[in-house]
């Protein structure tokens, strides 16, 4: 990236080339740490606001407005916490760009301008069908592989766990065949649901681990629906969430033991930037690592959502790849306000598929790359919100499922829909 288009993010140094580097430094109080920033904002440009981030499970450790700086700014600020390094620093521009570095103790790094359109990615998704499932109208929220044909889903209105085997039978072209479906017996008799949204298979332990908005745990199950008393180490301040939008995406690694958690929306705490969700590493139970991911604009305007019955854009499931690579679902749903005409003419879903490599990237935010998008209408309106790997099929592809929230039916406008798709 050339010095025109960002000059250097500094701490301590003079560094007149394009990189970024941060330094933190203790001041007379032992329990206080300081920030020295320095940092070049493009010609013709103003900085009107810089936020840092910590990656190491604290919430944002500074955020302030700038008064329309041109030229060098200096920054000197206190932090908010301790240890927070590595750190992720995120500039705003009067023109709206977002510029992002992370920053190391000892390291410089290229700045980033963050780019709202992402490159399309490697991966080739093919759609085979939308598939309304046979089963009365419910809430299910998750979705996960347990073995053969067997599949756990879970009901976000359901007691205890909200636990459902659902035997889903598809051959080699994608076909499905006859689903049957059946609550877990460990529901029954417990208490009302955490409002539980999605749902991983953990096959050394032949356990299923359910996440859980109402109370922002993971907690951990037999395949009968029994809780075992385990759950993931969630780390305080992912727990400061705004309203019905916690732990909606879990996905969970088989192959390096690693869980990965992600809420709907950013953190109640979080400043500038609303479009920021912290994806939450787990090495067995304990936290161990954390990214930042951006929430692309939503396709609906301010009027529509002002209006509409209902609502929703977030993050609302992933999933994870051989290689590692986490596979995101973003889903955006609109259902206008007005008569049953009005809404069956204006309700739309559009959910879209990127592809993200935490695991080999190390840039303030992660790099997403478009996968495919899906857009259904009242004729077929999907609210899915649950997703993962399915069966190989035939030329070398794998199979992704998608499950459908329907709300009840939401009146007749929706159903429990199961959207199948092959990836190459």
């Not at 020295?36 to 302030?64: G, I, M, R």
């Not at 992002?100 to 991966?123: H, M, N, V, W």
């Not at 096959?203 to 029994?226: F, K």
């Not at 499931?317 to 749903?333: K, N, P, Q, S």
Request: proline share 4%.
């Amino acid at each position: 990236m050339s010095a025109k288009l960002l000059g250097i993010l500094l701490a301590w140094l003079s560094v007149w080339s394009c990189g970024v580097s941060a330094g933190q430094s203790k001041a007379d109080d032992d329990d206080v740490n300081e920030v020295n920033l320095e940092f070049k904002v493009p010609s013709k440009l103003k900085a009107t606001a810089l936020e840092l981030h910590s990656l190491d499970n604290k919430p944002v450790l500074l955020s302030k407005s700038l008064e329309g700086i041109s030229g060098k700014v200096q920054i000197k600020d206190t932090l908010a916490n301790e240890d927070t390094y590595p750190m992720v620093a995120f500039i705003q521009m009067d023109d709206g760009s977002l510029w992002t570095a992370r920053l190391e103790k000892d390291g410089s790094f290229e700045p980033l301008k963050y780019e709202e359109s992402a490159p399309q990615a490697d991966i080739k998704a093919e759609y085979l069908r939308q598939h309304r499932m046979p089963v009365a109208s419910g809430e299910y929220s998750g979705i996960t592989h347990v073995k053969d044909d067997v599949y756990a889903l879970v009901h976000d209105k359901s007691t205890g766990g909200g636990i459902h085997l659902f035997n889903i039978p598809i051959d080699n072209a994608g076909v499905v065949g006859t689903i049957q479906a059946k609550e877990v017996p460990g529901n029954a008799g417990k208490a009302g649901g955490k409002d539980n949204e999605d749902i991983v298979y953990v096959p050394s332990s032949n356990t299923l681990y359910v996440s859980a908005e109402g109370d922002q745990s993971v907690r951990e199950y037999t395949v009968e629906g029994e809780p075992t008393g385990r759950a993931l180490e969630v780390p305080d301040d992912l727990k400061a969430i705004q309203p019905n939008a916690g732990f909606e995406a879990l996905a969970y690694d088989t192959d390096r033991g690693y869980f990965w958690a992600a809420t709907e929306k950013s953190l109640q705490e979080e400043g500038l930037h609303k479009s920021i969700i912290r994806l939450q590493r787990f090495s067995g139970t304990d936290p161990d690592a954390r990214y930042l991911y951006m929430m692309g604009q939503p396709l609906a305007t301010d009027e529509q959502i002002s209006s509409a019955q209902a609502y929703v854009h977030g993050l609302s499931a992933m999933t994870v790849l051989e290689d590692g690579r986490l596979i995101m679902l973003e889903r955006e749903v609109l259902v206008p306000g007005g008569s049953i005409i009005e809404k069956a003419l204006g309700a739309f879903t559009l959910s879209t598929l990127y592809v993200v490599d935490p695991l080999n990237d190390n840039g303030g935010i992660l790099e997403k790359k478009l996968v495919t998008r899906i857009v259904t209408s009242a004729l077929n309106l999907a609210n899915y919100e649950g997703m993962c790997l399915g069966p190989k099929l035939s030329g070398g592809r794998q199979a992704l499922l998608l499950i459908a929230d329907s709300q009840n039916g939401q009146g007749g406008l929706t159903g429990e829909y199961l959207q199948i798709m092959a990836i190459k």
